[in-house]
Each structure stands twice: as C-alpha cells, then as structure tokens.
C-alpha cells in the first residue's frame, strides 16, 4: 500500500476514534453550519402546522427551529455509530464518514408552507455522508480485525512430518458492508449495533502433497505424502529410500527446504570449488557423477541424485549431495515436483 494512502487512512480512522460527540458540543455551535453562516432567515414565524424533519416548529422564529431541529435531528445522528464484527465492537464517529444535513433550507423551505387547518405539512431534512470515506474507515478496521486464512502446510515433529490443516478468515465485506451502514448515519439508530457484513477468505492451499525427510543419521530419505483420512489429514509414508551423504569435510546442510529443480540425463558442470578443480562439464553417460536424474534444492548446489557409485550408499561420501542407487532416484523422480518440501536432519 503506497505510504500516503496508507497515511490517510490512519489519520481517517483516528479522527473517527476521537472525534467529539454532538451531545458534548456547546449549543451555539450546533446552531451554526460549519461551513457558513445562518442565512437570513424571514423575520417572520414559521406557519402553524410545519414540521421539519418530524420536528414541530410551528411558530418559532428562524434561528429558534434552526436549534430545535439541531437538537433533534442532527445531534443523534452524530453521536458515533455502534457496529460489530465477529464479535468485536467499535464506533464510527459520522463526522469521519462526512456527515452532513442540510437544515437551513429545510428551514427556509417551512417559512414557504402554507397549510390548512388542521393540515401538517413535513419538510423533509437532506442528510447525507461520504460513502468513499465510510469506505475507507471500513477498510482500515478490516486491516485490525479481519482474520487471515491460513494454507496447509507440513511441519516436522522429529523426522515425523505433520499436516497443519488449512483454515478459512474472515473479513469486513466493505462493498456490502457501507451499503448497510450508509442509510444508518441518516435514520433513527437501532437499540443494538450493526453487525458489519463479513465474508470468507479460503486459502489457496488447502491438501499436501509430496514431503522429502532426509534423516542424515539413519542415511535415509524418506517419501510421504498427504493423505485425508475420516479424522482428518495425516502423511503417509509411500516410500524409504537408502542414500549417501556428504563427507566431514563437505557436509550435507541441515535446514529446511524445497525442490527448484528437476533434469533427466543431466550434466555434471563441476561447481566452484577447490575440490572440482580442473574438473570439466560431464554429458550424460555411465560414467556422470549425478546419474540419470537430478532433483535440485533450494540448499545452493545440493540435490538428489544417482551414482555411479552404488557401494558409497550408506556412507558419507558426496561433497554435500544426497546419492541415490538410479533405479530408486528413477523411481522418486516422478513422484515429487518443483516446490515439494525437502526437510534435512541431523
């Protein structure tokens, strides 16, 4: 969010926390529209029988209806509205939603009326807020009080991978939810706050899949996979795979991490290191150090790969790498894709 939209919005939402509430203000400054002076209303009185707004001001003079309607009409509106969402209260002070009545011509208007006896005539008062600023102090609360939806994910208790199941938020639906609020800063208030409308917000992840644990002491590589059961979600395990390790001098990292990368018949380029010096690029063949496939991590320079070599499983002998006899890195290859969770233990 740009610093200066996100400047307004603060300060938006601050002044709907602070702002004073009309019941508080002296009654010279709700007899006077902020923004101008009083008209000059006709030295006469209003005609009997006028209400305005559903406010009798029959026979009172200009600036006397003026502060009755005030009283009446326009000092409940602005004391702040009481809204809810999830369970969570707060105001929204009508000033900060642009609240505004138009009360002088209402008033103007009463003076024109003419009603027979017995007749009530009702000048209707024009009241009216900001829907783009009701938006926006909507928006800044969801930003406090919606709920993030969270994906499913795997962690590792042990070497034991666990799924953490996917959980659905919920937040301020603001489109509907200024639709309902905007005709209530104009309307007698409800005994009850607002409940804001809400919707849900599914994650984009909701199952697991494929899941590596490399358990490094048991030279083990172990294959699970997601799998839902009628009490919930659980990793199976689909395979275990023996392998090597890297050697004292070059150890297999621990950490976790993630396949970025998959190649069939690769070639070896010798990476930059004191130990492959001299070592030229290797094309596919019987005699290539990675074999037949290479599953890259996101740990720089460390995969999974065949060897040559089938006597070193079970050993520490790769400059970091994890070996595979080919027939079993044959085997896993298909069955993990770019972004499956490599998880590396001691």
Known sequence: MPAS??????????????????????????????????????????????????????????????????????????????????????????DAVGYKAEVDAAIMLAFQQAPAPGQVVDVPV???????????????????????????????????????????????????????????????????????VTKRVRP????????????????????????????????????????AIGQPAYPTPTGNFSVIQKQVNPTWFPPDSPWAAGLGPVPPGPSNPLGTRWIGTSAPAIGMHGTPNPSSIGTMASHGCIRMYIGDVENLYPRVEIGTPVFIRN
């Open 126 to 196: 024009a009241q009216s807020i900001s829907p783009k600023k009701l938006r926006e102090v909507l928006t800044w609360r969801a930003t406090q009080y919606e709920v993030d939806g969270k994906d499913a994910a795997v962690t590792l208790r042990g070497v034991q991978p666990i799924i953490r199941r996917a959980t659905v938020g919920t937040e301020i639906d603001v489109p509907k939810s200024v639709a309902l609020l905007t005709p209530a800063f104009t309307t007698a208030r409800p005994a009850t706050p607002y409940a804001l």
């Open 5 to 94: 939209r996100k400047t307004a919005r603060i300060a938006l939402a601050a002044l709907a926390l602070v702002a004073v509430p009309a019941a508080a203000l002296p009654a010279t400054a709700l007899a006077q529209d902020p923004a101008a002076a009083p008209p000059a209303f006709p030295a006469t009185t209003i005609p009997v029988g006028v209400t305005v707004g559903g406010v009798d001001v029959s026979g009172l003079a200009g600036l006397d209806a003026r502060q009755r309607v005030y009283d009446q009409v326009v000092t409940p509106r602005r004391a702040p509205l009481p809204v809810t969402f999830e369970g969570k209260q707060f105001t929204i002070a009508p």
């Open 204 to 243: 984009s992840v909701t199952s697991v899949g494929a899941v590596i644990v490399i358990d490094k002491s048991a030279f083990k590589l172990r294959l699970y996979r997601g799998t839902t059961k009628p009490d919930g979600s659980v990793m199976k395990r689909i395979r275990t795979y023996p392998i």
